[in-house]
């Protein structure tokens, strides 16, 4: 049984930091794309970030450019979500997802397996 398990989230004032995580188990990830998307009250899902397990390479949203990191460690199956500077607008409920895709990012409907979401909340 595949999960994926997101940890991290939390209230924190704008210019701070959080790290978030996705542990993942139930299959091997190798030839997969692992993927934070964040929805915000109100909004639709949207993509944030995502990296090629193997190799690393890395796609980020331009509204994250410069402040987030994306991370894996293959060890421990888990990815990493570096947010810094994080502004209100980026309160959101923030979920790791995988792909076994070629793209990358790839398309949102490419991710067949989805954590239950980690919510971060960004005061002013």
């Known amino acids: 049984q595949v999960q994926l398990v997101e940890s991290g989230g939390g209230l924190v004032q704008a210019g701070a930091s959080l790290r978030l995580s996705c542990t993942a188990s139930g299959r091997a990830f190798s030839n997969y794309v692992m993927g934070w998307f964040r929805q915000a009250p109100g909004k639709e899902r949207e993509f944030v970030v995502a990296i090629r397990w193997s190799g690393g390479s890395t796609y980020y ?3 994250v450019k410069g402040r987030f990191t994306i991370s894996r460690d293959n060890a421990k199956n888990t990815v990493y979500l570096q947010m810094n500077s994080l502004k209100p607008e980026d309160t959101a409920v923030y979920y790791c997802a995988a792909a076994e895709t070629a793209w990358l990012p790839g398309p949102e409907k490419a991710y067949d397996y ?3 979401g980690t919510q971060v909340t ?3």
Do not use: E, T
Request: proline share 0%.
């Open 61 to 63: 949203a331009d509204s």
């Open 114 to 116: 989805w954590g239950r």
């Open 122 to 124: 960004v005061s002013s």
